[in-house]
């Protein structure tokens, strides 16, 4: 498929007005996404579990203009007016209004809320950017008829990383690929795939225990630290990397080899943040609870035996992922040991979800 194949044929159907409701989740990267070309098209594949309990609910309230010369919305974030916000959109809707050429013919109200802490440190632009594309979709739906429910997922996912690349990742569950690399067949640059191999028991619900070490304003937004990438002195291993990394993840996921796992995501999580540290300029997003914990899951794994380890986004929050069946004595050990270092007591528990849903 290209881009081409999103922009629309004549829509056939005529609507005044209406109202749609989406939820959509967060998701956590194993092979991680960090560097990209024009048009977020990204510099390296990546493959993140979908989470379920971390999402953003958005309702899209459309009504047809008058004129069709400019973009007109409104924001609301749990019931208030987010004028802040309002820049951000305008920026996807002028990126995606090729694709989606209703934008300019109606007035929106956008009102969206999250089920996690707006300022804890976790992203919503996943979750925020892949609720909208939903929203947007189903009005597309409406305007054209009988369009297949592969394309509409596509489409969504296309939309989404527009908005923020790692939302394409969100539509769909519970393993989703994106970028295009040969070990994995179908896998595209423009929207995210699911995982179409075999995944053994032990990945099934697997748990994600969100640490939020440090609830403040990202220090690096991701537009700055993509950037970073471009003349990084390691750029070109890092992307090759991982391919490497997504070939390998193969065998593990048939088999079944949680140590293998566990060293391959870890080492992904250190390598993101060994790309920050060795940029120009120079980032540290961990901090020193983040490493605290590091130390502790490694001290516990190798007294306990259990396959727990951990991952990080690009900043201090401990994502910490463990098989479910493994699940109270990891909870019991985080619970004693490591809450301590989070923000005011505060962690998130999560695990593998299956995608966004239509609320009706
Ligand atoms: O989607 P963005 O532009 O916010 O980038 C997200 C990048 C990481 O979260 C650090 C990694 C990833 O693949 O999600």
Redesign the pocket.
């Known amino acids: 498929m290209t881009e081409h194949d999103f922009s629309p044929k004549p829509y056939t159907n005529s609507i005044e007005k209406g109202k749609v409701t989406w939820e959509s989740p967060s998701?956590i990267?194993l092979v991680?996404?960090?560097g990209k070309k024009k048009d977020q098209i990204p510099e390296n594949p990546?493959i993140?579990f979908t989470l379920n309990e971390c999402k953003t609910i958005t309702t899209l309230t459309f009504t047809k203009k008058e004129s069709n010369k400019d973009f007109s919305f409104e924001v609301y974030l749990d019931g208030n007016k987010k004028d802040d916000f309002k820049p951000k959109i305008q920026t996807f809707f002028e990126r995606i209004e090729s694709y989606l050429p209703f934008l300019r013919d109606y007035h929106f109200k956008i009102e969206t809320k999250n089920t996690f802490p707006h300022s804890s440190g976790i992203?919503s632009?996943?979750s925020g950017m892949s609720a909208l594309a939903l929203c947007l979709m189903s009005i597309e739906k409406q305007l054209i008829s009988g369009m297949s429910e592969e394309f509409f997922n596509q489409k969504a996912s296309f939309l989404a990383r527009l908005g923020?690349?790692?939302?394409c990742r969100s539509i769909e569950g519970d393993l989703i690929v994106w970028g295009k690399t040969d070990s994995i067949e179908g896998s595209t640059d423009l929207f995210g795939v699911k995982y179409p191999y075999k995944i053994h028991q032990n990945f099934k619900n697997y748990q994600d225990t969100i640490l939020l070490v440090d609830k403040g304003e990202k220090q690096v937004s991701?537009?700055v630290?993509?950037n970073l990438m471009h003349n990084h002195p390691f750029a070109q291993n890092r992307f090759q990397q991982a391919h490497n990394n997504l070939e390998k993840l193969k065998p593990i996921f048939e088999s079944g080899d949680l140590n293998a796992f566990v060293k391959l995501v870890e080492s992904e999580a250190l390598t993101?943040h060994a790309m920050m540290m060795t940029s120009m300029p120079y980032f540290i997003l961990m901090k020193p609870n983040t490493l605290e914990i590091i130390n502790k899951i490694w001290r516990f794994r190798q007294d306990s035996g259990l396959h727990i380890c951990f991952t990080l986004?690009?900043g201090a929050n401990v994502h910490i992922l463990y098989p479910e069946n493994e699940a109270t004595q990891i909870l019991e050990f985080i619970k004693r040991e490591l809450v301590v270092y989070c923000q005011n007591g505060h962690y998130i528990c999560d695990q593998i979800g299956f995608g966004a849903k239509k609320i009706d």
């Open positions: 998701n990267a991680k996404y960090w990546s993140s992203a632009s996943a923020s690349g790692s939302a991701s537009t630290g993509h993101l986004d690009a």
